[in-house]
Nanobody, 112 residues
Framework: QVRLVESGGGLVQPGGSLRLSCEAS????????LGWYRQSPGRQREFVAR???????NYEDSVKGRFTISRDNAKNTVYLQMNSLKPEDTAVYYC??????WGQGTQVTVSS
């Protein structure tokens, strides 16, 4: 059974940084593609970033240059480093797999 547990969200001022973590069990992050999505009130869940089994990374245009996805195979964890945060980055951030597994999400709020 796959389980994904996100953490690291919180309240941060515009321009600040956060690092989200997605700890996986029942699946190895080293040989699977995992992604980050986000959903803000009244909007559909949207793609943010992805890291493939081969290590290739992809980003949604609005986060390119600001967000970095990475993984630690020893900890079986995928990270999302978010820099230069903007109010429009406010959302619940979710980790997912290609087979449709989702975590419970972690809230990120960017506000002064």
């Amino acid at each position: 059974q796959v389980r994904l547990v996100e953490s690291g969200g919180g309240l941060v001022q515009p321009g600040g940084s956060l690092r989200l973590s997605c700890e996986a069990s029942g699946i190895l992050v080293s040989i699977n593609t995992l992604g980050w999505y986000r959903q803000s009130p009244g909007r559909q869940r949207e793609f943010v970033a992805r890291i493939t089994r081969g290590g290739t990374t992809n980003y949604e245009d609005s986060v390119k240059g600001r967000f970095t996805i990475s993984r630690d195979n020893a900890k079986n964890t995928v990270y999302l480093q978010m820099n230069s945060l903007k109010p429009e980055d406010t959302a619940v951030y979710y980790c997912n797999t290609l087979t449709g597994d989702w975590g419970q999400g972690t809230q990120v709020t960017v506000s002064s």
